[in-house]
């Protein structure tokens, strides 16, 4: 287990989905989301932990797609992290990868929801990689944005939920996260 990149977690709560309209059309469609859009028992759990939503972002991939290499939050030094959910989209996988010496970066946006830098794929060299999805479930993972990574889907339709978690609006960042969640950390669960 890579445990500085990436978790997953048995949550005692059930994270229930938000319905949103997407454009089928596109190959990946996200929309933004606040904490009083989730169920109340979940804001509730993560209260106890003193955890909350400060803003989410629901986005709609088309199977067979991956994304560009990227960042998730270049402007910061500290680990990012951010709690997901995804469904569907089986089999689909989160890669971490690491500049090769000779590498170059290309600073611009990609559309996400957060300022981000991408990166060459041939400047990098693959180090983690995670399976993301538990069918229908909605699998419950922590993810370090803060190093090289991207999502390469499989061969259904995925919808993910990515809570970006603070408290006292301040944000949460990755060993602060793992320590408040460490009773719901489990070992890597193999979807092959």
Same mark, same amino acid.
């Given at each position: ?5 990436? !978790?997953?977690?048995?949550? $005692? ?49 088309? $199977? ?48 996400? #929801?957060? $300022? ?7 400047? #990098?060299?693959?180090?983690? !990689?995670?399976? #993301? ?24 339709? !995925?919808? #993910? ?32």
């Amino acid at each position: 287990m890579n445990s500085g990149l990436h !978790r997953y977690l048995q949550l $005692p709560v059930k994270f229930n989905p938000i319905s949103f309209t997407v454009n089928e059309t596109k190959s990946v469609d996200k929309k933004h989301f606040s904490a009083a859009q989730l169920d109340s028992d979940f804001t509730s759990w993560l209260q106890e932990h003193k955890l909350s939503v400060l803003y989410g972002t629901y986005f709609y991939n088309q $199977p067979n797609i991956k994304y560009g290499l990227h960042i998730d939050r270049p402007d910061t030094t500290v680990k990012h992290a951010h709690l997901n959910f995804v469904f569907n989209g089986k089999p689909s996988w989160w890669v971490w990868y690491k500049l090769k010496s000779s590498a170059n970066t290309s600073a611009h946006s990609l559309g996400m #929801c957060l $300022p981000n830098t991408s990166f060459k794929e041939e400047d #990098c060299e693959e180090i983690y !990689r995670a399976a #993301c999805t538990d069918a229908n479930e909605g699998q419950a993972s922590i993810i370090n944005g803060s190093v090289i990574h991207s999502l390469i889907n499989g061969g259904q339709t !995925r919808h #993910c939920y990515l809570l970006y978690l603070g408290w006292n609006n301040q944000p949460v960042f990755w060993n602060d996260l793992v320590e408040r969640l460490q009773s719901y950390i489990v070992e890597e669960i193999d979807y092959a």
